[in-house]
């Protein structure tokens, strides 16, 4: 069996994607599996690399990597990668891991193009993919299950060069400063700014629009943030809660990817009922979304113990630092472990479907 990585990619988050496929393919161990690791570069191009030995020590696996894209690491060997065609596939005995944040990756285009392709794949499906990734629809659709969240304004592109008066305006009498403002579809904070007036409201806006055209602006709010991994088709799993320990006003890009600053509380310190009040809406968020494989669900809980859910990740962060591989393994699921059953779930899925 053979399992293909498919990394980079067209995204704002084509560096964690490298970090998180070279992770994961140091989980892949099985004498059973070869791994063939596709690059998608920044531009789009698919790059064949070669073929990587599971068997072989680590240092074997830095080849995934092409050296002039990883900004990350030092020792990465140069690739020997060929270009090819999407269509070129191998659709027999493969298993594809599109290990992709953000648009064209998470969002259901690959998702869509693997399923034309007939292949089995990890992770979500079209549906809960395209949903995950943006914020406006599935926070439509957290509203209408009841799930708690905070206030918040949607609009797109249009509207706002039509009349960006009444916008501001709609804006500032139904939320109050400091707000965050978000591209609909996007991840690891690229693009979101939190804003505490008018004119900051203004620039951070026209700044999200350069990486979608639709836009959700949120009450700001002072919380802890908990997340929680999920793992599972129809009958799914859920991991400990995790507290992010915070010491910044927000966990932007520089935070999580460049500073690291972020330091995890697993299993966090919370009332118990808060814990589980939390894994419940996680799941009824995964259900509402169809979610398949995996997801990274993100909460905050106020001092008063109010829980708001903030969203749905269905390829989360899978670097050795990221949330979503260290709240399993301190639930008792090694990564090891854990990489192999999402290729598992997504043979099941795949089977079901035939
Ligand atoms: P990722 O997919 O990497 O988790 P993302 O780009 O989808 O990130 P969010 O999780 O929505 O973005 O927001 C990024 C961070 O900004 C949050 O982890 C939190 O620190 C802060 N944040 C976002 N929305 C709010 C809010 N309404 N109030 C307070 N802080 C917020
Ligand atoms: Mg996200
Ligand atoms: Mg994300
Ligand atoms: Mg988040």
Known sequence: MKITLLYGGQSAEHDISI??????????????????????TRAGEWIKGPLIDT???????????????????????????????????????????????????????????????????????VTASAIGMDKILSKRIFDQIGLPQVPYHAFDHRLWREDQEEIIQRIEGSLLYPLFVKPANMG?????????????????????????????????????????????NEEAHISYVGKLIKDVAFYDYEEKYINNRIEMEIPAILDPAVASKIQEYALRAYRAIDGCGLSRVDFFVTSSQDIYINEINTMPGFTGLSMYPVLWEKTGLTQRNLVEELLQLALKKYEQKK
Request: overall charge negative; some cysteine; hydrophobic content about 40%.
């Open 19 to 40: 970090i998180s496929a070279h992770n994961i393919a140091q989980s892949i161990m099985y004498d059973v599996y070869t791994v063939q690791p596709i690059y998608i």
């Open 188 to 232: 690891s904070s690229v693009g979101i700014s939190q804003v505490e007036s008018s004119e900051a409201l203004i620039q951070a806006i026209e700044n999200a629009l350069q990486y979608d055209h639709r836009i959700v602006v949120e009450q700001g709010i002072s919380a802890v943030e908990c997340e929680v991994a999920i793992l599972g």
């Open 55 to 125: 068997s072989l020590p680590n240092s074997d696996l830095m080849r995934l990597v092409p050296a002039e894209e990883m900004t990350w690491g030092d020792d990465a060997k140069a690739s020997t990668g060929q270009a090819m065609r999407p269509g070129e596939l191998d659709r027999e005995d493969n298993i594809v891991f599109p290990v992709l944040h953000g648009p064209n990756g998470e969002d259901g285009t690959i998702q869509g193009f693997l399923e034309v392709m007939g292949v089995p794949y990890v992770g979500a499906g």
